[in-house]
């Protein structure tokens, strides 16, 4: 990958009312795509038409929960090769802006920060709390190590990296900025740094030495003057300027107008304010890596973060690209480069499930059970030698001599299915906290299937986002004991234990949910992408040769999960769904997905505008 070779010229510098980039007066074009969300394979077919569209800067959060899975182990290779990644986008001739938090928001699992740790009952996460700032210090040790390398300075394309992400709407801890920022630098980056607020936190979030920027979507609110205001004599930059907009379980798919999108870029560009699309193309939150919104009321995203963006999950171009591309090519004096060409995508064939396994069967795959009185959250497991579990699910079991009032106490992280003896009850959550459990005689096997549905990644609630069973849940007032725990967090080992078991059953008329369904897709010729259509189905999530394509649920906005050309093979390709409720008995494939019922941004209150 070809980085420049050292140079003495100046990187970006926020001197005056104009940035200047090697001495020359220099305008942001930014856009975002987050490597963790596109396959590896198409990350150069993304940038391309990134610079294809007139864009010269690429921005990316870096998720600390990916790259440090378990404390101190770290994971910079393959999907997560952050250096490989802007390499190639040095290599395609763009520049760099990396936001490397540790916290992210990012609509993506605990903002990014790993759960293990929240392992410390007394954690205080994005604050100096000891045990965030050691764990902290570890992490960036190694990261900084990464992309030092790739710094303007060391002949690298990054010009600019940020410091945390909207610490002014958290702000509770004036020390943590400092902190962070002393992260960065003793470490050895020397680009420029900057912060990325709203509105309201553009306030707190701001330090000494530190270029702030502002995050948006419209401009009637005075936002760019605001920002003006409180740093005059700088470069004016957008640092998110939101294309569209992300979608929750239950709820409509956002749309924001390409036109009145345009229309905001547009002006922006003429006060001479520098620009970040977040997204240029949102991709996928594949897996369990979703995050979720909690102002009072815990809604978790979805698995698509098309976000209404320029280039569509699949990474085509949109209506919003086009009108871009034209407005962008004003500021360039050569000719934008073409367009590449689009990727053909292919709706298979049905087909049918021909094998399936139930959940209680898979339970000798999973890890040795716990034993434990009390129920324990499913980061405190000894789980992943000790590590704990991070995401998916976890089964609580514990014997009862009666049934009557099961109360969760709200200790119920996420959602639960509730069973007897292995027939499903009914369901526990933030709403329904009780359930009546039918009389039984003799001692009897309560189950509580719950399912971490993503932890919330923006507000004031990210140090209580520990998962499972959070405290005692109560049987006609009396607390539960005597629990046996599997963790089920369906990672690749697993998956591939199951793949191999003997319990799986061909006649269909057996099948019980939960439980697991297998189908075979045959590719002929060379694999395309396709997506995965659930209508049919109730709840669960969908693997692909062991790849974890994410969750869907009937309720909507999204029915159908964005299956990527490269993880298919030619010939026999295995799909396994892990269904919870309603199993459907085909597989359904479409070449474009249908969003579901929409709404407009602009209709929104601002206030759910961060
Ligand atoms: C904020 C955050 C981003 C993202 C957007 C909404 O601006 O900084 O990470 O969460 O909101 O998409």
Known sequence: MALRRMSRLEGLRANSSQFSLMGEPFRILGGSIHYFRVPRAYWRDRLLKM?????????????????????GTFIFQDQLDVRAYVSLAAELGLWVILRPGPYICAEWELGGLPSWLLQDKHMQLRTTYPGFVEAVSLYFDKLVSVIKPLMFEEGGPVIAVQVENEY??????????????????????????????????LRYGA????????????????????????????PLMVMEYWSGWFDVWGEHHH???????????????????????YMFHGGTSFGFM????????????????????????????????????????????????????????????PVAIQQHLSLWDSLLLTEKPFRSERP????????????????????????????GA??????????????????????????????????????????????NCGRVNYGKALDEQRKGIVGDILLNQIPLRGFTIFCLDMKPAFMKRLTNAGQWKSDLRSASVPGFFQACLYVEGAPRDTFVRLHDWGKGSVFVNGQNLGRYWSIGPQHFLYLPGPWLRSGENQIIVFEEQKPGDKMHFAENADHGKTIDVYKLPFCTLL
């Open 51 to 71: 610079k294809a569209c007139g864009l010269n800067t690429l921005t990316t959060y870096v998720p600390w929960n990916l790259h440090e899975p378990e404390r």
């Open 168 to 201: 002014g709407s958290y702000a509770k801890d004036d020390q943590y900025m400092p902190f962070i920022k002393h992260c960065l630098q003793s470490r050895g980056i020397n680009e420029l740094l900057l912060t990325s607020d709203n509105w309201e936190g």
């Open 207 to 234: 330090m000494e030495g530190v270029l702030k920027t502002i995050n948006l979507q419209r401009l009637s609110f005075g936002a760019i003057q605001h920002l003006a205001d409180m740093q005059p004599q700088k």
């Open 255 to 277: 749309v924001f107008h390409a036109e009145d999108m345009l229309a905001v870029v547009r002006e922006i560009l003429d006060r001479g304010v520098s620009i970040n699309l």
């Open 290 to 349: 979703n995050g979720a919104l909690d102002f009072g009321t815990y809604k978790p995203q979805v698995t698509s973060y098309d976000y209404d963006a320029p280039l569509s999950e699949a990474g085509d171009c949109t209506t919003k690209y086009l009108l871009l591309r034209n407005l962008f090519s004003h500021y360039h004096s050569e000719p934008l480069p073409e367009v590449p060409h689009l990727q053909e995508r292919r709706a298979y064939n």
């Open 376 to 403: 324990v959250n499913m980061e405190n497991l000894p789980a992943n030698s000790n590590h704990g579990q991070s995401y998916g699910y976890t089964l609580y079991e514990a014997s009862i001599a009666s049934g």
């Open 406 to 451: 099961l109360n969760s106490q709200n200790n119920i992280r996420d959602r639960a299915l509730v069973f007897v003896d292995r027939q499903c009850i009914g369901s526990l959550d933030y709403k329904t906290q009780e359930l009546a459990l039918p009389e039984v005689k003799g001692e009897r096997t309560l189950s509580l299937l719950v399912e």
